[in-house]
């Protein structure tokens, strides 16, 4: 039966690999979408990136949260070595209840979450930020204004290098 189990693993493994391996030959760089002629909006760019930081963040804040909980049973239980953490458990040890799995796991999401709506402002904020300094003029570079030299009374306007002086025929 273990063989069994091995091979449909195996056999699930190499199907996703295979259909995985076009799609990482279609990275691209920036916000340009993998299909041509398609821009997606910001704000679904930005869902795309808050579900990635929050996917991204969960393992790290289970394991976390578990070490935590199993952190607070230790101390709720006066430091008796069966509900010590994780990795100095010794064999044996009991379990998480059900309701304290479900406990670390819905914190595990929360810290996750916040990661990413956390992560959401400061781009937002860097965004908008740099809008508003494409906006504005550089520091320490003043502002000219200039009106055309022109004369309005006078028909003619003379260019300053001619030799208006001449009368001709006098050269």
Known sequence: MKDFHKAVALVLTLTLAAGLAPLAAQVTAG?????????????SR??????IVAF?????????STITMDLSRTIAHNGDQQYWPWP???????????????????IAAGISLTVAVVDYIIITRKRKKAE????????????IIRRPV???DDETVTPPNSDAGAVSGQR
């Open 31 to 43: 916000t340009e979408s993998t299909v041509p002629g398609i821009e997606f909006p910001q704000w």
């Open 46 to 51: 930005d869902l795309r990136r808050a579900e």
């Open 56 to 64: 991204g963040m969960l393992p790290f804040s289970w394991i976390i």
């Open 88 to 106: 100095l458990k010794p064999a044996g040890a009991p379990t998480m209840t059900n309701s304290e799995f479900i406990a670390s796991i819905g």
């Open 132 to 143: 508003m300094l494409k906006f504005q003029n550089p520091r320490g570079e003043p502002i």
């Open 150 to 152: 022109t004369d309005l």
